[in-house]
């Protein structure tokens, strides 16, 4: 160090954190003897460490010799600054347990139409525990297309969506939560559908006359294996959403797929009919999406737990 220039503390590592740990405990215990038990150290050690800090310091911390131990000038306004310290970690430690304990903020997630109905929906659950650990966290949610959902979870507006997993954007990360099973689907007044009082048509002859009717094509994506499936159909209309899908369906004039969670209560009470779903149906996979990029969210974060935990993805 050149002559006449005093060391300056620019920051403050973790290593001077713990050199003033030991610097606390030897002027509480009045000495390096005394200070042996409480830190587990060799005496040695411990005037090894007090020297370093010293020199970090620029100055003496203490006198020690056969006059005994006691804090320089220096020393106690080190102590003190050091109490200020150690309050002020104290205090950052316990807004963050804080933080966890009491959430706060809000979440804004993007879902597509028609999922609610779904026996294996995590959203729910994921919402009620999110809730049950927040309650103050305030909660949005946007019903809309998977291609807008995309949009919004890369570009901030949306914390996450759940989309159909039909491709894979860099951007995003994805989050398994479950399959959902659709079929091709036909209703009263269509020339397919079986009547109550009616023998079911024979397999051979739908297979023979399936093609040739006419199909409602949704204009949002869908995964490849249903694609194909579409194609062999004439394009009857199209629809941007399950809703429209069943309002086209229930005319009579069209056949349709739809997921069986969804169709279930309109074939219960005897307006749709499944054709052969063990041959005509696929899976879509859904996914949680969030933005690779994304800033820390502690209430995102949260929800992504409770999507990821076993009782929520059983």
Known sequence: MAEGKQPVLNQVSDFELKLLRVFRTVAACGGFSAAEVS????????????????GRLGFKLCQRGRAGFALTDEGRRVLEASDRLVGAIDHFKAEINDLHQHLRGTLTIGITDNLVSHPGMKITHGLAALKARGPEVKIHIHMQPSDDIEI???DGRLNIGVVPQVRELPGLDYLPLYEESSSLYCAAGH????????????????????????????SF?????????YRRHPLGARANDREGIMFLLLTGC???????????PWV????????????????????AITARSRRANLVLDTFLDTLSSPSSLD
């Open 152 to 154: 919004g979870v890369l």
């Open 221 to 229: 994506a869908q995964p490849a294996e249903a694609q194909a499936l």
């Open 191 to 218: 020339p397919l559908f079986s009547a109550a009082d009616e023998p079911p048509i024979s397999a051979d002859d739908l297979q023979q006359t399936l093609t040739d009717y006419e199909v409602v094509v949704p």
């Open 254 to 264: 069209y056949l349709g797929y739809l997921p069986d969670h969804y169709a279930r």
């Open 39 to 54: 830190l587990g150290i060799s005496r040695a050690a411990i005037s090894m460490q007090m020297a370093d800090l010293e």
């Open 268 to 287: 219960e009470r005897g307006r749709l009919q499944a054709l052969q779903s063990d041959q005509t149906g696929f899976t879509t996979r859904f996914c």
